[in-house]
């Protein structure tokens, strides 16, 4: 840091001529005498770094192989989703609709299972989405939700 304050007091003294000049000339001569002066704080900080050996990598290098476990019991989770599925239909049939937030406060994941599956309870064809909210779950909170109803079967 010394070395850095040095160079920069030594090109303070090296301009004061160059600016008492005259304008136009010591603006030419500042611009040269700071590239130099860069050019002599850089080389000062970078000439005492050792230099750079790249190691070279051997030739029978041993592959690793990654193998990712699940991070979630995909066994348990589809369990879960099933029990969630017909909370989901309880919560229907008592209220006339469901959000994922109600099976969620009724049926939350146990511990393993992947709590973004719970949107799979709606798939197939007896939901029809009626309405969407606003959540008001922690995690998810102010994201829209769907507002899910029983499909009525129509007779022909």
């Not at 690793?64 to 989703?81: H, N, S």
Request: aromatic letters at 6%; glycine letters at 8%.
């Amino acid at each position: 840091m010394t070395d850095i304050l040095t160079y920069w007091s030594l090109c303070a003294v090296a301009l004061a001529p160059a600016v008492a000049a005259g304008a136009i000339a010591g603006r030419v001569a500042v611009r040269r005498e700071r590239r130099r002066c860069a050019s002599l704080m850089l080389e000062a900080i970078y000439s005492k770094r050792p230099p750079v050996t790249l190691l070279e990598a051997p030739t029978s290098v041993v592959e690793i192989v990654r193998v990712e476990e699940p991070k979630f019991d995909t066994g348990l989770t589809e369990a879960w989703v099933e029990q969630a599925r017909s909370v989901a239909e309880r919560i229907a049939a008592e209220t006339g609709h469901v959000t994922v937030d109600d099976v969620w406060r009724e049926c939350p994941p146990p511990d393993g299972a992947d709590g973004r599956r719970l949107g799979n309870v709606f798939l197939g064809q007896g939901w029809e989405k009626i309405d969407e909210v606003l959540s008001v779950r922690g995690r998810n909170a102010a994201r829209r939700i769907g507002v899910w109803a029983m499909r009525v079967e129509e007779a022909a």
